[in-house]
């Protein structure tokens, strides 16, 4: 499952293509060179269909995760952020790989080659007879391809990682669709689990608490905490450490393919803002 992730570190960004990275509340990681799979190389590629549990139980030697949610469809951002992890043992996805953006396919073709721990989101149950809310939705309910709703299909809605240090879910732990504002993250969130990991409010925070720590990694594909840059967080579990991350990518390219899509156009003017 170790997967190397590469990174070239770029310090000043003056126009949407030049790349910003930030760890928010850390010095930059040490990071290694990762050679990506292409898009017209997806199509040769052996995808894995890990079967998903509520407790994955094919894990290695995981001692840092990479955690990211609410992708959606956003492949450009999702890229960037993946050429800007430094080298972990696992990646995990708090949900909404799906919605709103252009490239759902690529997207969760991403999570799979990187055989990522996943839960659904809200947006994903829309594949499956859930709630279809806009036409991002719509979009990717008529181009996900059966491989890729397959895989997503299967993904739970809450998961184990690391032998119960991590637990996953969408919004809440009570329910998996509520808002879990920073503002509402308190301790009896917690359970068992060293660390909650949760999506959904696409807000960037941690909270550590004496029973343990609350992180929401924030939005890869659609920020809304008035920051554009993609989000995403590193967990070392040696002592629960969590660093908060935010990259920049070319925002100008995503609007373009969504404007070139059957998607709202206010589903592009939103990401220039992080709102």
């Given at each position: 499952?170790?997967?190397?992730?590469?990174?070239?570190?770029?310090?000043?960004?003056a126009q949407h293509n030049s790349r910003r990275i930030v760890a928010v509340d850390h010095p930059r990681p040490r990071v290694s060179r990762r050679i990506g799979i292409r898009d017209d190389e997806l199509?040769?590629?052996?995808?894995?269909?890990?079967?998903?549990?509520?407790?994955r139980t094919d894990e290695q030697e995981v001692e840092r995760i990479g955690l990211v949610s609410d992708i959606h469809a956003n492949a450009v951002a999702f890229e960037a952020v993946l050429e800007a992890m430094p080298d972990v043992d696992a990646l995990v996805h708090a949900g909404d790989v799906i919605g709103y953006g252009p490239s759902p396919n690529r997207c969760i073709e991403l999570l799979r080659t990187h055989d990522a721990y996943s839960v659904r989101g809200n947006h994903d149950e829309g594949l499956f007879g859930g709630q279809v809310y806009e036409s991002g939705d719509e979009?990717?309910?008529e181009t996900v391809t059966d491989a890729n709703r397959a895989w997503l299909e299967a993904c739970p809605a809450e998961l184990s990682v690391a032998n119960g240090q991590v637990k996953v879910v969408h919004g809440n732990p009570e329910d998996r669709f509520r808002?879990?504002?920073?503002?509402?993250?308190q301790p009896d969130l917690l359970g068992?689990?060293?660390l909650l990991v949760l999506g959904h409010t696409h807000?960037?925070?941690?909270?550590?608490?004496?029973?343990?720590?609350i992180v929401n990694p924030g939005s890869v594909g659609q920020p809304r905490d008035g920051n554009p840059d993609a989000a995403f967080a590193v967990v070392d579990l040696d002592g629960i450490e969590v660093t908060l991350h935010r990259v920049s990518y070319d925002i100008g390219t995503v609007q373009q393919r969504i404007e070139e899509a059957p998607i709202?156009?206010?589903n592009a003017r939103r990401l220039e803002k992080g709102t």
């Amino acid at each position: 499952m170790l997967w190397e992730i590469n990174l070239i570190f770029l310090c000043v960004a003056a126009q949407h293509n030049s790349r910003r990275i930030v760890a928010v509340d850390h010095p930059r990681p040490r990071v290694s060179r990762r050679i990506g799979i292409r898009d017209d190389e997806l199509s040769k590629v052996t995808l894995p269909m890990t079967e998903h549990t509520a407790e994955r139980t094919d894990e290695q030697e995981v001692e840092r995760i990479g955690l990211v949610s609410d992708i959606h469809a956003n492949a450009v951002a999702f890229e960037a952020v993946l050429e800007a992890m430094p080298d972990v043992d696992a990646l995990v996805h708090a949900g909404d790989v799906i919605g709103y953006g252009p490239s759902p396919n690529r997207c969760i073709e991403l999570l799979r080659t990187h055989d990522a721990y996943s839960v659904r989101g809200n947006h994903d149950e829309g594949l499956f007879g859930g709630q279809v809310y806009e036409s991002g939705d719509e979009y990717a309910v008529e181009t996900v391809t059966d491989a890729n709703r397959a895989w997503l299909e299967a993904c739970p809605a809450e998961l184990s990682v690391a032998n119960g240090q991590v637990k996953v879910v969408h919004g809440n732990p009570e329910d998996r669709f509520r808002y879990t504002y920073p503002r509402d993250f308190q301790p009896d969130l917690l359970g068992d689990e060293e660390l909650l990991v949760l999506g959904h409010t696409h807000y960037q925070e941690k909270s550590v608490f004496d029973d343990g720590t609350i992180v929401n990694p924030g939005s890869v594909g659609q920020p809304r905490d008035g920051n554009p840059d993609a989000a995403f967080a590193v967990v070392d579990l040696d002592g629960i450490e969590v660093t908060l991350h935010r990259v920049s990518y070319d925002i100008g390219t995503v609007q373009q393919r969504i404007e070139e899509a059957p998607i709202g156009e206010y589903n592009a003017r939103r990401l220039e803002k992080g709102t």
